[in-house]
């Protein structure tokens, strides 16, 4: 899970690849402000794929 103000660097990086050809990127992806039960929630809700009615 990466939070919307960690995911800005990885998004610069995929939206303008051509500003960073041979350059040596690291993108540091941060998250954690989430609470674990209503994460663990969330994902109990999603069906899997292909068993959609």
Known sequence: MIEPGGAVALA???FRPRDI???????VA???NVDGAL???ALQTL???GTAA
Do not use: H, M, Q
Request: no cysteine.
């Open 12 to 14: 610069a990086a995929l």
């Open 21 to 27: 050809v041979g350059d040596a990127v690291i993108v």
């Open 47 to 49: 069906e899997a794929p």
């Open 39 to 41: 994460y663990a929630r």
């Open 30 to 32: 941060t998250g954690g």
